[in-house]
């Protein structure tokens, strides 16, 4: 059977209507161009000369609104995955703590558990294909006995995990307790917050687990974080290294804050991660900033990017 012939015909393109590059826009300017940075200068010159231009401009526009927020005493939050303290930047949060920069802290679960074993041990972070094929994974004694006890001072004292924890690591002088962020927040006064999913963390593995101090403790930390969240209009709300909980948690804490009567709009939500998950794009960036304010994804590796923006932050705010 013979084939159809095809009724297209090329395109003839001698009619072309043509446009003038001096006259027509572009999207990218000479202007925002890097410029080259020399030892010996400031690092703040470094910074103000990164490339006007996507993630290197949102960099910048994520230290503004934090130096702005901090001029005019609205809350900065930081609400921290377990890998931004095994990554080892539990002096840089603490430092922005201290400096007056942060003012509330949220951790999950597993990051009070890694905070416990450095101001206890100088260390943390299982290898856990090692110990789990013979099930001494999560089997530590010391951070179970210790996480656990204060989850029962929390049904006793009325308080929350963060607290409970943060005390009781300054109280009991741990020998590396200056790294820990909960016993640190404690002793300067900023609220802290631990939100545990039951059975995500070692400690629940262990006898000493009571499910109803947990859950007490952690119901009131979420409370105490809408508290947060209520007054973080005009404020800066970080999500470091979360992809699931804290997201999770942030938006049921702005809906109730809301809910109550409490004008939360305009803001600057960001994400930190070396990956872009779907919570934190929908529950960060996203759907919190939809009628007001901004929401800024950056990506990298928190070990690299955290710092830097904790360094240009603090440069930017002695000018």
Partial sequence: MAKAKSRIKPLDPSKLRTTSLRKSRRIVDREAFA??????????EFIVGLPDILAAKDFRRVVTAVVQAQRR????????????????LSPVVIDLMQQGVVTGLALHGAGAVHDFEVAYAGKTSEDVAATLE???????RETAIALNLAAELCLIRKMGLGQAIGEMIAKAKLPHA????????????????????????????????????????SLYDFRLFAGMVAKLEGGV?????SA???????????????????????FTAVNLDFLQHYRPRQNVTGRPVAHGGQGIALTGHHEILFPLLAAAILEALKK
């Avoid at 013979?134 to 530590?140: I, K, N, W």
């Avoid at 709300?237 to 290294?241: A, L």
């Fill in 35 to 44: 410029r080259p940075w020399h030892p010996g200068r400031k690092f703040s």
């Fill in 73 to 88: 005493g609205r809350p900065v939050i930081l609400a921290l995955g377990a890998h931004v303290i095994k990554v080892g």
């Fill in 134 to 140: 013979d099930g001494s994974f999560g089997a530590t």
């Fill in 178 to 217: 200056r790294l820990s962020l909960l016993a640190q927040a404690a002793k300067l006064g900023i609220p802290a917050t631990v939100h545990v999913a039951l059975g995500t963390d070692t400690v629940h593995m262990h006898p000493s687990a009571n499910g109803a101090a947990i859950g007490q403790g």
């Fill in 237 to 241: 709300y970080f999500n470091v290294g």
């Fill in 244 to 266: 699931v909980i804290l997201p999770e948690v942030f938006l049921k804490a702005l809906s109730l804050a809301r809910n109550l009567g409490h004008p939360v709009q305009r």
